[in-house]
């Protein structure tokens, strides 16, 4: 089968916000305890966290992680997680169901976020807690000194702001299962009092408002259109939530998600405009695509779990090739969008639907998503160019006319990048690229995720899933041509001459 792209140099989506590499932590599971932090673990620093997992974490090039939670949040003190460790109360976490002991909180978090090189999202608690509690923590974190929570936080260590940019009003709040959950009505209200006096103490501060837990909500579309008539004027970004799973084991249309990614984006994207029109605002609305994943592995095991445990091992989906393939998918739809996705968070880091595993006491190692999601966050930088794909495309159960190569093209400094899925089991995809306004130089590097069986997983032992280099690309002129293998993700980074590039 033949792949046709077509690029112009003069043709632009967006330029990448590199928060759209963002992630997410929540105290859930083992994401924290025995995850990032594990006192006595042979590599934990001297504050007790794992210097394995930070490499890991750092390789896996995460500019932000979205903190504390998550359904957590919304049942989360977060003065719990702030003064003396020993002194700190340890806590229920009805959203889990679990025991929470805050030996991490505020400072720990940030402090490590810092040294993996990444900033910090943080979310104020919307369920139990409102305006006053939103607008101390930012205080606490943001204001210099001279007032009682600032002073408190250079009391507690940390002399110098936190200087914390993106702040999250809440999680999931149109959810049965949230704690406190709330009409959009009154969503709407609390999350727009909520965000004027957090921009009152720190007009610095960016807001992403709740959007829907899912586009599957009964309330979706109607709860977006009136969270923000409320807030419009208020906040910055607008979030989504999605989780993909293989449930009905069919590889064709597994890999097809993306496509309903690519649709739900577009929608919320309408809905914005629809609240921008009839305000007859200047402003456009963002996404945050703050929660996004594929989860599913876990629930059969994750239903027999005890209460109230200490960290439990929960939602540990060990992810497998064909997850790795619908990952590099959904990757490439939200840089397809990134003139609206300014921020995403694969949901989550470590442990907890994560790219990262650990072993109590043992060994981490990279999923089988790690490197679509490391390489595409290292290399996938720059601007998204406008492209045509002529492409052969398929039917499948849940969608029509999926195309058999999801694909994008960004132009950065001295390349363009390639990032492209053959979904096709059977056939090998000639693929070729015009780059017109550009004069390629060579192929800098072609890399592949292919030739498993589809579930094929990593372990702690060994780590099959992962990139290898192949010769099978070439430049002619301003034509760059590649083999795609059956079922395979590829990266093509071609080099591209400066006075063109420019
Ligand atoms: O990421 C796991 C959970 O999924 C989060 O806590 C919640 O926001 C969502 O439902």
Redo the contacts with the bound molecule.
Sequence with gaps: MKAKMTVNKAFEIGKIDPRIYGS?L?H?GRAVYSGIYEPGHKTADSGGFRDDVKELVRELNVPIIRYP?????SGYNWEDGIGPAESRPKKLDL??KTVETNEVGLHEFVNWANEVGAETNMAVNLGTRGPDEARNIVEYCNHPGGSYWSDLRRKNGAEAPFKIKTWCLG??MD?S??IGSKTAEEYGRAACETAKVMKWVDPEIELVVCGS??AGMPTFAAWEATVLEHTYEHVDYLSL?S?YGNQKNDVANYLAFSVGMDRFIKSVTAICDYIKAKKKSDKVMYLSFD?W?I?YHSNEQDSKNEPWQQSPPI?EDIYNFEDALLLGCLLITLLKNSDRVKIACL??LVN??APIMTEKGGDSWRQATFYPFALTSKHGRGTVLRHNLNVPAYDCDDFKDVPFVESVAIHNESEIVIFAVNRSADERVEFSAELQGFSPVGIAEFSEISGHDVKQTNTKNACPVAPKSSDAASVNGNRVTAGLNPLSWNMIRVGVAESEAE
């Design positions: 997410f929540e859930m939670g998550g359904n957590f949040l959203a889990w999680n999931e959810g299962w949230q837990s899912g939530h989780y929660e994943n989860w939602l949901a989550q907890v639907i």
